[in-house]
């Protein structure tokens, strides 16, 4: 059964840094792809940013540049570090493990107040 545990959300103020993280439980985790997902209030969820089994990454448009994506393997972990943060930015944030079907974390909230 896969479980996915995500930690490093809070209170930042604009302009500031959060790295978010996501431990999954169960090998599957190496051979997925992996993503971050957040949804705001009154707002459906979307993605943020995706990362391979392989690597490559792709990122929504409004946090290109400001976001990154990583994992490691070694630790079933996948990381969104997350820079220059505005007020839009506030949201619960999800770890997605997106196989066969798509495996969610309980989600952490980030509130960035401007």
């Known amino acids: 059964q896969v479980q996915l545990v995500e930690s490093g959300g809070g209170l930042v103020q604009a302009g500031g840094s959060l790295r978010l993280s996501c431990v999954c439980s169960?090998?599957?985790?190496?051979?997925?792809?992996m993503g971050w997902y957040r949804q705001a209030p009154g707002k459906q969820r979307e993605l943020v940013a995706r990362i391979t089994s392989g690597g490559g990454t792709n990122y929504a448009d409004f946090v290109k540049g400001r976001f990154a994506i990583s994992r490691d393997n070694a630790k079933n972990t996948v990381y969104l570090q997350m820079n220059s943060l505005n007020a839009e930015d506030t949201a619960v944030y999800y770890c997605?493990?997106?196989?066969?079907?798509?495996?969610w974390g309980q989600g952490t909230q980030v509130t960035v107040s401007s």
């Open positions: 997605g493990l997106i196989g066969a079907q798509v495996y």
């Open positions: 169960g090998s599957i985790f190496r051979v997925a792809a």
